[in-house]
């Protein structure tokens, strides 16, 4: 337990103590050495406070008790719209972006989000400036502009962001599922608001918009509805006096958030079949049944019971049964919050095969076949082993990035008394058969809504949803299906899940010292003809968890279209066939990745070390000794299908970014040269291309955590002899391991562009290439991008309102480094290029007009992100995995580009942008990658002053590739 005051450097004075009231106590983790505590304003405002002695970047988040569910009837969207105001000026801070810019300065990051229930605003800062910035954040909950110019421009964004949503089926569904609600009830509204709720509509109707947000924000952002959290170095006193001195002015109305009364999905919208033609191919099936909400019931977590064991995964479960008929492919189910202490959902999806979409009745009757089951199988057992996990998990809690631990906290404080705060999720104690059969009970064949979703439904739907234009239908269930429901009995095929044998009951840490103050690098600890094994054993985190990485590298994985697919298609097969066994092993904290790469296959395996050999080996014999299901793999083949067809629904600027890969990068091949190569193989081919990718091999291995030299040197011998036993592996020759490699642009603009046939927003991407990766080079790009990607936020976004969708940011690939502008806009592509142009060339008097104390602000903002540590395990060993997997082994790379940065001279940078980005320079590489809208006046327009890409393998095969970024050399 953390107690208030324990360790603090400073004492509160008397007067200060008198301001607030302390909490006495709040629930942490064993591993956590932080200090916290709960204090409570004047003004009613609750705020949790944390002393973290060795954070390397502070944080505040704040959650106000009000979210698009208190929009007014005439104005959906406002509670997000006002959200999306307050980061535009205060009386205080009157500039536009002083809030995002004095962040940006000082190494940090924004962001705010408006639910149906709350509003939540967070950031993260380097640690010597949490206290103006918390100045700067605290007035947007005293005294906000809203100016008339910033609202009419902010609207635009607003428009922006629900347009980038509309051809998203997540969000069509979820907007489906309100607009078919109980009209009367709030649910039933707009959430996020666009031109035509927001402008249109009030201008016919006589509403001034900037009044009704004053008036939103003086009635609900009151500080008795506003939780507040504050993570920094300063002492618990410290930072009490830092939050009751720029809090305290927030205005308390003593506000009431009212419950919306009833459920939205009462009686009359029960017994529903919902029909929906989705944008992207996809079958699901979407259950759901009304229930009030069990957020306040942390302690028992009825819910979590009942979704434990409907959504389980392993032998004799729902899932096993529907994948063993052919009509499924996965499920997920689980409690959906609506209002703590309201209502809410309990919801079951499912991922239909072609032959499920006809045998849906016949799934629904299995899940209430499950029900059955589980309404006389309460046990007691299950319940202890879920809290066992839980009180585990919360034991050795990674973690998190401060800014993402501030707004959960923010969030949960807003539900949970202030001994919860922390542990609320995990504090599973009391066992309440009576409230998990409340729950069962609830799931009953009147109480569902059934939704499902195929393009094969076409001609079955006849309405058209408002919002997002999805179209679908809605009937009442057939009376023969609910009786056939009703009487569903019990299967003998579905059963409770076995103990879980992966839980583990090793805790020991190996590293027996005192905790590391500095990172230290991993080892090369061993090398074979096949393996070259890293190591590093944890001295720093110091949890019982650890990480196993391996890249097998094969000649046979990326030669062609097909073996690509052969290599996909392989993975998929083996994830398949251990889904039942590792799914134990993922409730227990123990999970594992599988993924093909263009040099052949990647896996990890991570979580707590003590069942970790025994996971690992069980699936590198699968892998190479894999029987692939004959019934299950036509399934397989057909989801891989539907992704490759659904990538020309992507996003314009996600395809852009693509197509940018497309045009740079040595060999890529696209959707289409997959799709020609995939549908014709079969189980037979894959299984007989396992043994060729696996006969001649090269393995990089990282083992980092609670592991010892010992167990790596062990683990890699395991793989070393399951590959020769089993595949008779070879090692590869040196020609053999390749990286793949970049193109050198021509100097000059290229231009390549593709058209949706889906979207009618444009995106562009502006790649500048730099050249390979140095350390000088890194210091100096690093620099370059902190000057220029706050102002390209400001002025392309905020100010201009391209696009929800801009930003700029380095790109680095295949050892190429460079900076790129994305924006995703209404705006015609040539236009989006003109004003990047723009900009640069505004960039260019700024950065030559900038003050040495302002270069060296950005300077120390650069050098604080580059020194910041990784938080956990698994960001650790991210770090050292990028580093084998380049073949460049630069460990100490932060430390070397802080120390080059702090040689950059204003003039160097000022060099370095007029040769890399200034429009008249004579090395500037430029890249513009247009995805252009359906309706695009430019669709038959060629650009002057571009060389136009109609073929990127012609364009690249003309152009010399940059060399590889390492020299990857065998073992001797």
Same mark, same amino acid.
């Given at each position: 337990l953390a107690k208030p005051g324990q360790h603090t450097q400073r004492l509160l004075s008397a007067r200060a103590i008198h301001a607030m009231t302390l909490s006495p106590e709040v629930r942490k983790s064993a591993s956590d050495d932080r200090l916290y505590r709960v204090i409570r304003l004047p003004n009613q405002l609750r705020a949790l406070l944390i002393h973290d002695a060795k954070a390397d970047k502070a944080a505040a988040a704040l959650a106000v008790g009000v979210g698009s569910l208190q929009n007014p009837r005439s104005l959906p969207g406002l509670a997000h719209f006002l959200e999306h105001m307050l980061f535009l000026g205060t009386e205080k801070y009157p500039v536009e972006n002083e809030y995002s810019a004095f962040i940006s300065d000082h190494s940090g990051m924004t962001n705010a989000y408006t639910s149906d229930c709350e509003t939540v605003y967070y950031f993260d800062v380097a640690p010597e400036f949490l206290e103006p910035a918390v100045d700067r954040f605290a007035q947007f909950f005293i005294a906000p502009l809203f100016n008339q110019s910033c609202t009419s421009r902010e609207l635009n964004a607003v428009h922006s962001e629900h347009e980038k949503n509309i051809h998203h089926d997540s969000w069509r569904l979820s907007q489906l599922n309100k607009s078919t609600s109980d009209p009367s009830h709030p649910y039933n509204q707009f959430s996020t608001g666009n031109k035509e709720t927001l402008e249109t509509s009030p201008q016919e109707e006589g509403i001034d918009v900037r009044a009704e947000l004053l008036a939103f924000h003086a009635k609900y952002y009151s500080a008795n509805i506003m939780s507040l959290v504050v993570l920094g170095r300063e002492s618990l006193d410290e930072l009490s006096a830092m939050v009751n001195s720029k809090f305290s002015s927030v205005r308390n109305s003593d506000v009431v958030v009212p419950i919306p009364p009833g459920h939205p999905h009462g009686p009359a919208q029960a017994g529903k079949l919902l029909k929906v033609v989705p944008v992207k191919e996809v079958r699901a099936l979407h259950i759901s049944f009304a229930m009030k909400d069990h957020t306040l019931e942390f302690e028992s977590q009825p819910a979590h019971f009942v979704s434990h064991l409907i959504g389980h995964e392993g032998p004799g479960s729902l899932l096993s049964f529907l994948k063993s008929q052919g009509w499924a492919d996965a499920l997920s189910a689980g409690e959906y919050p609506g209002v703590a202490g309201g209502f809410g959902f309990f919801r079951i999806q499912v991922d239909l095969s072609v032959k499920g979409l006809n045998f849906v009745d016949d799934i629904i009757l299995a899940l209430f076949q499950y029900v059955e089951m589980i309404r006389d199988n309460v046990h007691e057992w299950i319940f202890t082993e879920c809290k066992l996990l839980e009180e585990m998990n919360f034991r050795f809690k990674d973690k998190d990035r401060p800014a993402n631990y501030c707004s959960s906290l923010a969030r949960s404080m807003r539900h949970y008394p202030d001994e919860h705060i922390i542990d609320a999720r995990y504090a599973l104690s009391k066992f309440r058969p009576d409230l998990i059969k409340e729950v069962i009970h609830m799931l009953y064949p009147e109480n569902i809504r059934v939704l499902i979703a195929s393009k094969t439904l076409e001609k079955d739907v006849d309405q058209v949803e408002k919002w997002y234009g999805t179209r679908y239908s809605e009937t009442s269930i057939q009376p023969e299906v609910m009786k056939k429901w009703k009487e569903c009995g019990t299967s003998k095929e579905l059963h409770l899940p076995a103990h879980n044998e992966f839980i583990p009951s090793d805790f020991g840490i190996k590293h027996t010292g005192p905790p590391a103050q500095e990172l230290a690098p991993p080892s090369l600890v061993n090398e074979t003809k096949l393996c070259k094994v890293w190591h590093k054993l944890d001295d720093y985190h110091l949890l019982p968890k650890a990480t196993v990485q391996l890249n097998i590298i094969s000649p046979y994985a990326y030669v062609r279209a097909r073996e690509c697919n052969l290599t996909r298609l392989f993975t998929e097969a083996?994830?398949?066939?251990?889904?039942? !066994?590792?799914?134990?092993?993922?409730?227990?904290?123990?999970? !594992?990745?599988?993924?093909?790469?263009?040099?052949?296959?990647?896996?990890?395996?991570?979580? !707590?070390?003590?069942?970790?050999?025994?996971?690992?080996?069980?699936?590198?014999?699968?892998?190479?000794?894999?029987?692939?299901? %004959?019934n299950r793999f036509p399934l397989l083949v057909d989801s891989y299908v539907r992704k490759l067809r659904n990538f020309e629904l992507n996003e314009?600027?996600?395809?852009?970014? !693509?197509?940018?890969?497309?045009?740079?990068?040595?060999?890529?091949?696209?959707?289409?040269?997959?799709?020609?190569?995939v549908e014709d193989i079969t189980a037979e081919e894959v299984e007989a291309f396992a043994k060729q990718l696996f006969s001649r091999v090269h393995v990089d291995m990282l083992c980092f955590g609670n592991i010892t030299k010992e167990e790596a040197c062990s683990y890699s011998d395991m793989i070393t002899k399951i590959l020769e036993e089993h595949c008779k592996a070879k090692p590869l020759v040196s020609s053999e391991l390749r990286l793949m490699r970049e193109v050198q642009l021509p100097v000059g603009s290229s231009l390549f562009r593709d058209i949706s046939s889906v979207h009618t927003t444009s995106a562009i991407e502006n790649y500048f290439q730099f050249g390979p990766e140095s350390t000088a080079n890194a210091a100096r790009l690093l620099l370059l991008n902190q000057i220029l990607s706050e102002p390209a936020f400001n002025i392309l976004r905020t100010q201009e309102q391209l696009g929800y969708i801009v930003f700029c940011s380095i790109r680095r690939s295949c050892g190429v480094q460079g900076?790129?502008?994305?924006?995703?806009?209404?705006?015609?592509?040539?236009?989006?290029?003109?004003?990047?142009?723009?900009?640069?060339?505004?960039?260019?008097?700024?950065?030559?007009?900038?003050?040495?104390?302002?270069?060296?602000?950005?300077?120390?903002?650069?050098?604080?992100?580059?020194?910041?540590?990784?938080?956990n395990l698994r960001e650790e060993a991210r770090l050292m995995w990028s580093e084998i997997l380049s073949g460049c082994f630069e460990f100490k790379r932060a430390v070397e580009e802080e120390r080059a940065l702090r040689t950059v001279t204003k003039a160097d940078l000022l060099g370095f942008f007029r040769t890399y980005l200034k429009a008249d320079?004579?090395?500037?590489?430029?890249?513009?990658?247009?995805?252009?809208?359906?309706?695009?006046?430019?669709?038959?327009?060629?650009?002057?002053?571009?060389?136009?890409? %109609?073929?990127?393998?012609?364009?690249?095969?003309?152009?010399?590739?940059y060399p590889e970024s390492r020299s990857l050399k065998l073992p001797q």
């Open positions: 083996l994830k398949e066939s251990l889904n039942e !066994y590792a799914y134990a092993a993922d409730l227990a904290g123990l999970h !594992y990745t599988c993924t093909n790469t263009s040099q052949g296959v990647e896996l990890a395996v991570y979580g !707590y070390n003590d069942k970790l050999q025994k996971l690992l080996e069980c699936i590198l014999l699968r892998m190479v000794t894999l029987s692939i299901d %004959r314009p600027h996600q395809r852009a970014m !693509y197509n940018l890969s497309l045009v740079v990068q040595e060999k890529l091949f696209v959707p289409e040269e997959k799709l020609a190569e900076i790129h502008f994305v924006i995703q806009s209404d705006r015609e592509a040539s236009h989006l290029d003109d004003r990047v142009e723009a900009f640069l060339q505004a960039m260019e008097a700024s950065l030559e007009s900038m003050s040495e104390a302002d270069f060296a602000t950005h300077v120390n903002s650069v050098a604080s992100k580059l020194l910041e540590k990784p938080k320079s004579g090395s500037r590489r430029k890249l513009s990658i247009r995805s252009l809208g359906k309706d695009s006046a430019e669709k038959e327009l060629m650009p002057a002053g571009f060389t136009f890409i %109609r073929d990127p393998a012609f364009f690249k095969s003309s152009l010399a590739l």
